[in-house]
């Protein structure tokens, strides 16, 4: 295959799994008390938490990697017409929640780890962290639908349901485990969307092979 420079671009989905997952696991160490059984990712995360400068290096690639691998990606797809319009819809909104959650956690950081939501800035965190799992459940609902209707997206709508049934295990998981398993089942979510866009990546560094079937155009 001879690779493009847009396809050298999927990697960089990869290396943001990468960075987010060694935040994830190091930050921690420079939070004394922490305890990621039980606390979510958030915390570490936070304005005032004492692992802020540790996770805001470790994680230097994930938010532009994560935007510019989601990005490419949909660019790709739209510029080579693969598949159906449904498939693609579902790219662009996956696309779409990487940049909502880039900008939108930047500009409304969790104030303080672990405390009650009360400030303007602290309940704008959570309106983001709204549409961000709105947009990545209908985006995988949508490669989902389109992966059971078109064999050619197979491969990549059974990833989404692997991606989606993350979320659920993440989100009814926090809302029944006991307290001290929070953090547990909360990571489960936290890891689908960026583990879906790394898997993205790796179509595109592929070319999509075996999904570029103009027959499939519709």
Not at 33 to 46: E, R
Not at 146 to 167: E, F, K, S, W
Request: glycine share 8%; aromatic share 12%.
């Amino acid at each position: 295959m001879n690779r493009k420079l847009i396809h050298w671009f999927g990697l960089t989905g990869l290396l943001a799994l990468v960075s987010y997952a060694a935040a994830v696991i190091f930050s921690p160490l420079a939070y004394p008390g922490y305890n990621w059984m039980a606390q979510a990712v958030s915390d570490l995360s936070a304005e005032t938490a004492p692992s802020r400068i540790l996770w805001d290096r470790l994680t230097a690639f994930y938010g532009t990697g994560s935007v510019v691998c989601a990005t490419c990606v949909a660019i790709y797809v739209s510029e080579e017409r693969l598949s159906t319009g449904l498939f693609r819809t579902g790219i662009y909104l996956f696309a779409a929640m990487n940049w909502v959650s880039a900008v939108g956690y930047k500009m409304f950081p969790l104030a303080d780890a672990g405390k009650e939501i009360a400030s303007f800035q602290e309940v704008m965190h959570i309106v983001v962290t709204a549409a961000v799992v709105l947009l990545s459940v209908a985006s995988l609902v949508v490669l989902i639908i389109t992966g059971i209707r078109n064999a050619n997206v197979r491969r990549i709508g059974i990833n989404a349901t692997i991606a989606l049934a993350m979320m659920m295990v993440g989100s009814i998981g926090m809302g029944v485990a006991p307290p001290k398993y929070f953090g547990i089942v909360e990571r489960f979510s936290v890891f689908a969307a960026v583990g879906f866009n790394a898997v993205l990546g790796l179509f595109l560094f592929n070319g999509f092979r075996g999904i570029a079937d103009r027959s499939m155009i519709k």
